[in-house]
């Protein structure tokens, strides 16, 4: 049963309707969600930062082995060598907030302009764009990661490096396209025949005003690949080492005690992971059916 | 498909062959840079794996040395690869490129196995969601779907590891179980590929690609006279809106399920070549790592390739563009 | 040879909702119709004012919400008597307000069931519908003969498939496709509008349809593909007698082919009668929009009157924001003093003034 119902007296045009009416509620909470999450990361890497912890990580207690959440002085537990594990997971967003910062910069600095270029300049530029598009694209990234820890040294850095690299054909090639969709309702064109200065001034039209929502959407997505590689590198041994913590090696190092049945151990970081990263997916999905207006029966 | 019609299929198939050829000689590019511009020169080394016997490559040491120049360096590396050379691992000494098929094989089956797990779970709710629209029903399966395509593959696969050992008891890992571990041996190495096929992060992407790719057809006019007529709507739409979307998701999430392959391979201690590939980046065995990250690109493009053969026979217009 | 009108629509409602303005979208507010068996009922109207949504809610096509709420479709062909809508009040709930609905309930899920089942029947084998943009509306997989043929073996008693693709090569033949034998393994997208258009005519003729109903089945084609086609359904309809619902907002395509004329506005029919009546230019008794719609086509008889078109002034009525009173208040330039509180204030019903000729206008009544 579907209800509908008119508004009594004088019925409004879209644009006056206040933001939080015109949106579906799912993308709200998708948003909100998406927006704690970040807001608890940021807040939490400032905490490691500046080491403003509950405890110190470091600090072992034999005494205190595998306490569970609950535990005074221990809101989270305890792991095998009885170091707080709230602590931990602070400071584990050390291993990838910058790193992946700075994966997302590059991909969306080196996106735009090959996308740009690609789809004003067109042409052979377009060809080529699309050749290395496909050709970064036939690359599974971890792979190619493992390939770039052999051949160098396993540093964070460099690895976020390759990941910033790998994404930017996905962002090139929206851009590009949101600029061929610009360029057939002949906004381009409007722009030039205003004798509007030079592309520069087009690119801020392009860009900011159709572009924006875009980039903040591709860079949720970037973090949230960031994140996923990070901690898979670090599961696998690749990343931060022992005993700094990092979620990916925490998982790693709980495993065996997963097995004896004691899942806290893996289970706190996991759950972590999968947290954070529903969250960018969720804020950049949210924003996405907000600002390009998806949505709607 | 009539006779008339495969000629330009074949046209636009040697197009899509050529293409794809370019890329993996673009693949091959792209490695050789990583390997060259390595502290180490490894390049070297893996030019000596490919040469065939210790003597051999002492011998031509002596008399040629490793070639100096970039691309000559390129270009032998290259012509003794596509000869089916690609060296000699540096921790066990056997040739790479049969070892790597040998366990491209296993994560070959993995591979596609999962895939079929994902299209299993995505597709009912993706159709669903696509002509029922977000309801009770397909909104908390959708919202499920992405809590899952976030879960970290690698604890999903200890979930249901100890799912199976402890409270079924299923499994070899405990000595003594050996009939029951006969009987569902067979059983333990589908999990790898349920564990995949779940956690590869792409059924979110999957159901959302597939749900408004089949909401978009489902609006088309031709749809709509298919209604008209009567006939039924599935047989008209199928095409545009299931085939093309799947195949074209499917293979362009290939390097993705790859990536995944190797923490499930590495989690379950499936022999394939994602373990391979960590021992190898673990050892640094450049000719090892290199090899799987060329096969695995060749796995790539063959999906992409898949997919365009799917596309030329769909669509009757294909061959004319 | 059954009595009575082969379709008769009463008071038909298909709503849609507006969620950012919270409103109803009252596309069909009350539509009643008749065509009786071998006539061509030609329903004329601007964009916007119902006569597609009309059509679509007859053969059940309508999928966006709420739809079709209220009314009764009675169809009653050789084979088949029913009413479309039957039952439909009791998957709808109404909630009226000053004698308009401002609120209501639908079971989505039941009526389409319901639908389905009554439909099914008729669709493609009772009534056969046609649409503009030909060459969109047929599968771009299919070759057009195949669709044709599927047509064939779904609602005649032609199963076999080499007695199909005879029938619809004759078909193709009659609806004046060169090389038939050849086009039936053409694609859409190798054929022009036109074309397209008549594999869509004999596709839907070839099931030997009780209704024919054709929406704007020349706009969107060239000017001389337009004539071509409204000779191609002359003929049709000369040979065959079919009985059809021609919908436009040509009024050339109308005066050649129909028997019977309903003109629509905002959503309701405002004139309903003869067509010789309703298009000639001096009948006495026209609703003031007939005559603007008439007076602004740019037709030679036009022409030597008054030497340019009249524009009708105003905008095309918005059917979210209905005013009370007449729908086309805001535009009439008939408007008497003596009428005009009841023109602004009270909407007149569709009353019969002369023999089968019926206005909705204040000027004819009291």
């Known amino acids: 049963m579907k209800s509908y119902t008119q508004i009594s007296g004088e019925i409004g045009d879209l644009s006056e309707l206040p933001f939080w009416k015109k949106t579906d509620v799912v993308d709200l909470v998708y948003v909100g969600y998406g927006l704690f999450i970040v807001t608890l990361v940021v807040f939490s890497y400032i905490l490691g930062t500046f080491n403003l912890l509950p405890r110190d990580p470091q600090e072992i207690d034999l005494e205190l082995m595998i306490a569970p959440p609950g535990t005074t002085g221990h809101l989270l537990g305890t792991d095998f060598m009885g170091r707080d594990i709230l602590s931990r997971l602070i400071v584990g967003i050390q291993a990838y907030f910058l790193p992946g910062l700075l994966a997302v910069f590059i991909a969306l600095f080196f996106g735009t302009i090959l996308g740009v270029l690609a789809g004003y300049r067109g042409g052979r530029f377009e060809t080529a764009i699309t050749y290395v598009t496909n050709l970064v694209d036939s690359f599974p990234r971890l792979v190619l990661i493992l390939l770039v820890i052999a051949a160098f040294k396993p540093n964070i850095y460099y690895i976020m490096i390759v990941v910033g690299l790998t994404n930017v054909p996905v962002v090139s090639s929206h851009i590009r396209g949101k600029i061929h969709f610009l360029k057939q309702k002949n906004f381009v064109e409007a722009g030039v025949s205003l004798g509007l200065p030079t592309r520069t001034i087009i690119l801020k039209h392009i860009l900011w005003h159709n572009c924006r929502s875009l980039l903040i959407i591709q860079a949720t997505i970037g973090m949230a690949e960031a994140i996923l590689m990070e901690t898979s590198l670090s599961y696998l041994g690749f990343g931060v080492q022992e005993p700094t913590p990092s979620w990916g090696n925490m998982v790693q190092a709980g495993a065996n005690y997963f097995m004896q049945g004691k899942f806290w151990l893996s289970t706190a970081p996991a759950l972590s992971i999968l947290f954070t990263i529903l969250g960018f997916h969720l804020l950049g999905d949210g924003l996405n059916n907000i600002l390009e207006g998806k949505r709607g029966k | ?321 | 040879m059954t009595a009575g009108p082969l379709l008769k629509i009463e008071d038909l409602r298909t709503y849609f909702y507006s969620r950012s303005k919270q409103a109803f979208i009252r596309s069909v507010d009350g539509v009643s119709l008749k065509i009786k068996r071998g006539e061509t009922l030609g329903i004329v109207g601007e964009s916007g004012s119902g006569k597609s949504i009309t059509a679509l809610s007859v053969m059940g096509l309508i999928s966006a919400g709420p739809g079709v709420i209220s009314g009764k479709i009675g169809f009653k062909s050789p084979r088949i008597t029913k009413n479309l809508l039957q039952d439909l009040d009791e998957y709808v709930k109404l909630t009226m307000k000053d004698g308009k609905i401002m609120q209501l309930s639908k079971d989505f899920v039941g009526w389409e069931k319901h639908s389905e089942r009554i439909m099914s029947r008729v669709r493609g084998k009772e009534i056969a519908m046609i649409f503009q943009n030909p060459k969109s509306s047929l599968n771009p997989f299919a070759p057009i003969g195949r669709q044709i043929t599927e047509a064939i073996q779904l609602h005649t008693a032609i199963k076999n498939e080499q007695e199909a693709k005879e029938r619809a090569i004759a078909w193709l033949d009659r609806v004046k496709i060169d090389s038939p034998r050849l086009r039936f393994g053409n694609y859409p997208y190798g054929l022009s509008g036109g074309m397209c258009q008549r594999a869509m005519i004999a596709m839907a003729l070839a099931c030997e349809p009780s209704l024919l109903i054709a929406d704007e089945p020349t706009t969107g084609l060239d000017a001389t593909i337009q004539s071509k086609i409204v000779e191609l359904l002359a003929e049709l309809k000369s040979e065959l007698g079919i009985t059809t619902m021609l919908i436009s907002h040509d009024i050339s395509i109308i005066s050649r082919l129909s028997d019977s004329v309903a003109v629509m506005y905002g959503g309701t029919v405002v004139e309903y009668g003869p067509a010789r009546d309703i298009l000639a230019l001096d009948f006495a008794f026209k609703h003031p929009y007939t005559t603007a719609l008439l007076a602004s086509i740019p037709s030679a008889r036009n022409i030597r009157e008054k030497s340019y078109p009249q524009a009708i002034e105003g905008d095309v009525l918005d059917t979210i924001n209905i005013p009370p009173g007449c729908r086309f208040y805001g535009r009439c330039n008939q408007v008497t003093e003596g009428i005009r509180e009841k023109c602004a204030f009270k909407e007149p019903d569709l009353r019969e003034i002369a023999h089968s000729h019926k206005v909705r206008c204040w000027l004819y009544f009291d």
């Open chain 2, 1 to 321: 498909m009539k006779l008339s019609a495969i000629r330009p299929i074949a046209l636009v198939l040697s197009r899509e062959l050529a293409i794809t050829a370019l890329l993996l000689l673009g693949v091959s590019f792209v490695v050789f840079i990583i390997l060259y511009l390595s502290p180490g020169d490894p390049f070297s080394v893996l030019l000596e794996g490919q040469m065939s016997t210790a003597e051999a490559r002492a011998g031509l040491r002596e008399v040629l040395g490793v070639p100096k120049s970039w691309h000559a360096q390129y270009l032998s590396w290259l012509t003794a690869m596509l000869q089916g050379n690609f060296g000699t691992s540096i921790r066990t000494g056997l040739p790479v490129l049969k070892e790597v098929l040998r366990v491209g094989l296993n994560t070959l089956v993995l591979t596609i196995g999962s895939m079929l797990v994902t299209l299993i779970i995505a597709v009912p709710i993706a159709l669903y969601s696509a002509a029922r629209g977000t309801n009770r029903v397909s909104w908390p399966l959708t919202m499920f779907s992405y809590v899952v395509s976030a879960l970290p593959v690698f604890w999903l696969g200890y979930i249901v590891i100890y799912f199976f050992t402890h409270k079924l008891g299923l499994f070899p890992l405990v000595l003594g179980y050996s009939s029951s571990a006969q009987k569902f041996g067979w059983l333990y190495t589908l999990l790898p590929i349920f564990v995949l096929g779940i956690g590869n992060g792409t059924i979110s992407e999957v159901i959302r690609y597939l749900r408004d790719e089949m909401g978009r057809v489902m609006a088309e006019d031709y749809i709509r006279t298919a209604r008209a007529k009567g006939a039924s709507v599935w047989k008209h739409a199928y095409k545009e809106g299931f085939l093309i979307p799947v195949t074209e998701i499917i293979a362009s999430k290939i390097p993705f399920i790859l990536g995944g392959a190797v923490i499930v391979e590495q989690v379950f201690n499936w022999q394939g070549m994602g373990r391979m590939a960590w021992q190898a980046a673990q050892d640094r065995d450049y000719p090892v790592i290199m090899g799987i990250a060329i096969i695995s690109a060749v796995f790539v493009r063959l999906g992409s390739l898949f997919q365009s053969i799917v596309y030329v026979a769909v669509n009757p217009r294909a061959s004319k563009e």
